[in-house]
């Protein structure tokens, strides 16, 4: 078990406040859900998606600073994924239109172009 010192620079409350959770309105239950955390147990909590409630549970992870949130199943949410997802597959878009771009120039080859293949072709056979 790793213990984590409060000057390791995890603050659980700020955290805690990046998520719509239902049980940070309330005093009470709040101090309750920290303390809970702070004792490294996973803790039930409400979190309010498209304005309905959603059971899950949640653990504190303290060496990547984030929260681990895990669905009724007990089976780890990302949280990111949907965002994630959706930024890489743009990238992987643009990376592919940029690479046809470049063949693209490359069709208007002048015959210095066409030694230079040649030396290549030359050096790879051996």
């Known amino acids: 078990m790793k213990q984590y010192h409060e000057n390791y620079g995890y603050d659980l409350e700020a955290t805690l406040a990046k ?14 859900l920290i303390n809970s955390l702070k004792k490294g147990n996973l803790q039930s909590a409400t979190f ?26 007990q089976k780890r949410v990302d949280m990111n994924q949907s965002k994630g997802q959706g930024e890489s597959q743009q990238e992987g878009r643009n990376q592919k ?3 046809k771009a470049k063949a693209g120039d490359g069709d208007d080859e002048g015959p210095g172009d066409e030694k230079q293949k040649k030396q290549r072709r030359k050096s790879r056979s051996v």
Do not use: M
């Not at 959770?21 to 009470?28: A, G, P, R, W």
């Open 19 to 32: 998520h719509p959770i239902k049980e940070l309105d309330n005093n009470s239950h709040k101090d309750d």
């Open 48 to 73: 309010i998606k498209d304005g309905q409630e959603v059971k899950q549970y949640i653990e504190a992870n303290p060496q990547f600073k984030s929260l681990n949130i895990y669905d009724d199943a």
């Open 97 to 99: 239109e940029s690479q």
